[in-house]
């Protein structure tokens, strides 16, 4: 083994297949989350409980750690619990490695594209201004800019990942909701707002390119995980038409539609690649024919 990796939020859906790259790697996983099965590498803690993280961390002792657990979805309804998990559970997280006999070799936080907010170009990169416009890319960003207190203590790397997906992801997620009404063969679906682009990942692509960040990323560097290409829900719809066969109908339902929605979200993938190499960009048509087929079991 070439060491042990700690992953939060390890039973999520990102955390999952992060653990398969880790392990691909040659790393001892451990996790730490909620719910999770019980095993000797499993800590089922709470990261707002500073008692419990610094215990579970100093057992562990990692070389590695890739922070993914956070309420990921913007729409959830607690605001408090938001800022509390993203901000105070990262916090309690860099202040329990570094009390670690041995400093980690690099820590990758997981922050959000949605810190760019509604930017006024058509590409964004790491130089853009942070504008967030929602409290979960509020909470995100605080979460950036708190990190900075440890950058001496540890060699830290934030990714912004763009919007991503795959097989596994919860149905209250856009893209796997439109992949289970078409699964189904529902007739209608609920939307909110379709003229909206986003840059739609595959999960398994976010998790390799965390893998090279961890090997390749410069510590106090911000870095895109994205494609750089911007599809907009009408594509989306499109491409599972084609899938299923049919044409489902599309209700808007105003009370989808968010305020101070982000019209489009695309990013630059230049300083990604410029770091750790090119790296295979699934085709978004690809990632819904597998989570189609996963659901279909065609």
């Not at 790259?21 to 707002?48: C, I, K, T, W």
């Not at 590695?64 to 729409?75: K, T």
């Not at 489009?264 to 300083?271: A, D, F």
Request: with cysteine.
């Amino acid at each position: 083994m070439t060491g042990r990796a700690l992953v939060t939020g390890l039973g999520g859906f990102t955390g999952r297949y992060m653990s398969r790259e880790l392990e691909a790697m040659g790393y001892e996983v451990f996790g730490l989350g909620q719910g999770l099965p019980a095993a000797d590498n499993h800590y089922s803690v709470d990261l707002r409980d500073m008692q419990g993280l610094s215990v579970a961390v100093a057992e562990i002792q990692p070389r590695l750690v890739v922070h993914l657990a956070a309420i990921a979805f913007v729409a959830h309804g607690d605001v408090s619990d938001i800022y509390s998990s993203n901000i105070v559970g990262t916090r309690n997280l860099l202040a329990a490695l570094a009390t670690c006999k041995r400093t980690p070799e690099k820590v990758l936080l997981a922050s959000s594209a949605n810190v760019y907010g509604n930017a006024r170009v058509p590409t964004l990169d790491e130089t853009c201004p942070a504008q967030p416009a929602n409290d979960y890319a509020v909470s995100k960003y605080a979460m950036e800019l708190m990190s900075r207190q440890w950058r001496e203590a540890m060699p830290i790397v934030i990714a912004r990942p763009f919007n991503y997906t795959g097989v596994g992801q919860s149905p209250s997620f856009l893209l796997p909701k439109l992949v289970d009404h078409f699964a189904r063969r529902a007739a209608r679906v609920e939307l909110g707002n379709i003229e909206v682009y986003r840059d739609f990942n595959d999960v398994r692509m976010v998790a390799a390119a965390y893998g090279r960040l961890l090997d390749s990323g410069t510590p106090g560097e911000i870095y895109n995980v994205c494609s750089g290409h911007a599809y907009s829900i009408k594509d989306v719809l499109a491409m599972l038409s084609d899938l299923a066969g049919y044409t489902i109908d599309v209700d808007i339902n105003p009370a989808f539609v968010r305020k101070n929605e982000v019209k489009r979200l695309v990013g630059s993938s230049e300083k990604l690649a410029g770091t750790i190499g090119k790296l295979r960009q699934i085709p978004l048509a690809e990632t819904l024919e597998w989570m189609y087929r996963a659901q279909t079991r065609q």
